[in-house]
């Protein structure tokens, strides 16, 4: 062989050999960078990829778990590292439910009436566990003669919206006093008003009484404009003991990401927990998450007084639900509905919670 062949021989090894080394460099970097993504998330998420997540709360004492799975870094810590936390607020649940319908949330907390409601209307929410059993009260204004339920009749309640969880207790509590919802004083009136709202018009004598989620019940008694008229424990249905904050998700969410879903419900447990064993603690914690949903905090005193009014706990009383749902169709509030009833089977998902509940 010619000097010039070999020379040409060596100059295409060379090149096939640094051309094969350059492609295994980027290989090895590609599936390194995977798999260290992959080991850093040590939460739900199976994806290397970035997720957001995004999370609806309720701005009352009563979502406490929420608030202390913020904080604590229970919700971060169980989705992983690769998932970004969006939390928004909301002031009722109609909200709330609008905006799981439109993708502007994934899962979160909110009471059980508007879930209902939504998924009567478009079957594309779940409920996948508890979170609080309780927690609102009826408080009466000063100088309005309320002193029970009873004595409700002539005069005007105010709820934080219509159709939400809060109206269904007073029309059971109504029901049971064989009151009648009226548009005039010869029955009860009822009228739609944000909390805050309800407090200032008490101070002006413009409403008699309100079926409220605490903390507002307290603050109202605390600060001397009312009294409670019906505490927490007797609020129907079942006195108290009824779902009032749930978890819930999309279907969306559920299909694309049942493992974050699960996460989400394993931060709840840890919340739960640690709320009931560092009743203290959760103090700071819970008036910390409303200075920054809301811009105020609250007095530890006030936040200790409510969540004495809260029975915390996964479970889900479906037959509490059933009974609450026929009240809002008996109020107009879900229409079209068959001889046969209203079939909720298909808005329970609590398979997951089964799952964290066997620890699996």
Known sequence: MSKKAIYA???????????????SSGSSSSSGSSSSSGSESSGGSKSADPITVKIGLLKNVTHAPAFVA??????????????KLEVQGFNNGSDFSTAMATGEIDIGYVGPSPVINQYVRSKNIKILSGANNGGAVLVARKGAGVTDAKDLSGKLVAIPTKGSTNEISLRLLLEEQGLKVTTDKSGV??????????LTAMKQGQVDAALVPEPWGTQIANEGIG????????????????????????????????????????ANEDAIQFIQGNPDDTYTLVSDELKELTGKGLDAELIKAALSHLSLTTNIDQDALQAMAQVAVDAGYIKDVGADGLDLTGLYDLSLLKETQEGK
């Open 70 to 83: 913020i904080k604590k870094g229970y919700l971060q810590d169980r989705l992983g590292a690769n998932v």
């Open 189 to 198: 009136q009822i009228i739609a008003m944000a909390p805050a709202d309800t």
């Open 9 to 23: 021989s060596i100059v295409l090894v060379l090149m096939l050999t640094l051309l094969s080394g350059c492609g």
């Open 227 to 266: 009294e409670i008229a019906v505490d927490w424990d007797q609020i129907p249905p079942n006195k108290g003991n009824y779902p009032l904050t749930i978890v819930v998700a999309s279907d969306r969410f559920l299909k694309a990401h049942r493992d974050l879903a699960k996460s989400v419900l394993l």
